[in-house]
């Protein structure tokens, strides 16, 4: 018999057909935005890496609409306050047939943290983990170091890879696809780096066979290149479509829009590391000697400087929601004590003049060229509004390459961040944006500014330690106050999650802002 894929599951989840079905064969090809650094699941913690991962890989625990659900473990839970137990689903194969057990579970979360040139390490999310036990092949013990009631979470964000293919394989086996080896619902067929990836179906998936018997993912890092994509019918799906092409697109019979509220964040991180540097200057193009962001009051005078609510209305067409802290209204640490800032340009003078900047300085920010939806003309906004109270702003677009590693290094004075906010939870970002840069833990992995402020970092850890729900969501929006105070970050705005599909093509986020094909049905 042939399965109905049109309908979609409760929950978000995609419908698929069960083990054994004949499912028909039919190809999904989508224009995605984010540039895929890898094939190796625990290279980069980059959004473009992490939707394609979810193809070939799977994770113990799924956060979909925050709420953890079993993946590869069918149930876990806490047999104390630092050991927690994983029974693993039975029945499950890689794709060269061979089991899958805890072996791999722990091989996984050992190898996750010292991946080789990795820029943005997933070790954040295991900086907790003192030792692992396994009990039998499908049972595993974690210990943490300390009480962390957010493992669970944690760990639905680090996929598993086999050990028995693994343990032999460098980042680059797995980008020749020697390695690329999963549990997931497809396979892939050819890896063509900025450019496409191209799977097809795991016929033995343990989850059910998917609808799409073959996956084009190809990447068109212009917005206005893939509506024409989309239009012209070289592709089916296109994620975080232009504002400006919305409301064609939106008349279109042939065509239809699907927008949600987003968690991803685009912030502006100052350097905190920096001395003098050629990135600030007097007005007279000399260097300045100290660091102009290491005063409070110089980087709230930019902050309130910023008129928000005239970037994401002019600027994102209404795709976007002005941000006064990292996490979006009614989410986990959002703290409703914070509001947007106001543009106060005359404030803004008087707090660089209290700074001994009377008549302001020169400063160049740095934003990826090919990243960001709207990163590089949002960011010239902001320099246009920081020019008006005297900091002559220069913008320097980079290309992705070349920006990810100095960013990683803090060569930048003033860098930007598109944040994804993952798992719903204020923690996420404490951990790797805003904890204090500490690679042997794990912690500020993308902290690209080097904020360091004891205050967080102590809240990061309470928060880590509380079980009661109620408690540690004091203890984040609390975090969110401390970093508000000093403006460790300056947040911009909010992204809603857009894609656009032929009709007869329903898509349906699965956590985050991750495209992948198993978002995406037909009627």
């Known amino acids: 018999m042939k399965c109905a894929f049109g309908a979609i599951l409760a929950m978000g989840l995609l419908a698929v057909c069960p083990a054994g079905a004949q499912a028909p064969e039919r190809t999904l090809t989508i224009g995605y935005a984010d540039r895929v650094s890898s094939l190796d699941p625990q290279f980069n913690n980059y959004s473009g890496d992490r939707s394609l991962d979810v193809h070939f890989w799977d994770l113990l625990i799924v956060n979909t609409e925050n709420e953890l659900r079993p993946q590869l473990a069918e149930s ?30 722990q091989f996984s979360y050992n190898r996750a943290p010292n991946v080789p040139g990795s820029l943005a390490t997933f070790a954040g999310y295991l900086r907790t983990i003192d030792s692992m036990e396994i009990t039998d092949p499908l049972t595993i013990k974690i210990r ?30 797995y980008n020749s696809g020697r390695a690329v080896v999963g549990t997931g619902p497809y396979r892939l067929v050819s890896y063509t780096p900025g450019d496409r990836v191209i799977m097809r179906r795991n016929e033995d998936y343990w989850g059910g066979v998917q609808p799409w018997s073959r996956v084009n993912y190809v990447w068109i890092g212009n917005a206005a290149s893939r509506t024409a994509a989309l239009l012209a019918g070289d592709v089916d799906v296109i994620d975080k479509v232009s504002e400006s092409d919305l409301a064609q697109l939106r008349t279109r019979a042939d ?30 193009g000399k260097p300045l000697a100290t660091n102009p962001l290491l ?3 110089v980087r709230q005078a ?40 106001k543009p106060d340009p005359e404030g803004a003078r008087r707090l660089l003049a209290q700074a001994g900047f009377p ?40 290309p992705w390459a070349t920006y990810a590693t100095r960013a990683q290094k803090a060569e930048y004075l003033m860098s930007v961040l598109a944040w994804g906010n993952g798992t719903g939870e204020a923690s996420y970002a404490l951990i790797n944006v805003l904890g204090s840069y500490d690679p042997p833990t794990g912690r ?80």
């Open 76 to 105: 876990w839970k806490a047999l104390d306050d630092r050991t927690w137990e994983f029974h693993l689903r039975p029945g499950v194969r890689w794709h060269d047939g061979q089991p899958f057990t805890a072996e791999d579970v």
């Open 144 to 173: 943490t170091k300390d009480p962390n009631p957010l493992l669970p979470l944690n760990l639905a964000s680090v996929h598993i890879v086999s050990k028995h293919v693994g343990e032999k394989a460098t980042t680059e086996d």
């Open 255 to 284: 065509v239809e829009v699907f927008a949600f509220s987003g968690l991803r964040v685009l912030l502006m991180l100052p350097n905190f590391s920096l001395g003098s540097t050629a990135f600030a200057r007097s007005n007279d």
């Open 295 to 297: 005063d409070p009051r």
């Open 302 to 341: 930019l902050s309130i400087a910023i008129n928000r609510e005239g970037l994401t209305e002019r600027l994102m067409a209404g795709t976007a929601e002005p941000a006064g802290q990292w996490m979006p209204a009614d989410t986990f640490g959002y703290n409703k004590a914070i509001p947007v800032p």
């Open 359 to 398: 008549d302001g300085f020169q400063l160049t920010v740095h934003v990826p060229s090919d990243s960001y939806v709207k990163g590089p003309e949002t960011v010239q906004g902001v320099a246009q509004m920081w020019t008006r109270i005297g900091v002559r702003t220069t913008v320097e677009a980079v």
């Open 444 to 523: 500020g992995a993308l902290n690209w500014g080097r904020y360091n402020n004891p205050a967080v970092d102590k809240a990061l850890d309470q928060a880590m330690m509380t079980f009661d729900d109620n408690a540690r969501r004091h203890i984040l929006e609390q975090s969110a106050e401390l970093v508000n105070a000093d403006t460790g970050v300056i947040p911009l705005f909010h992204y809603q999650i857009i894609w656009a599909a032929h009709r007869g093509l329903v898509v349906k986020p699965l956590t985050s802002d991750r495209t992948a094909a198993q978002m995406v049905t037909a009627r």
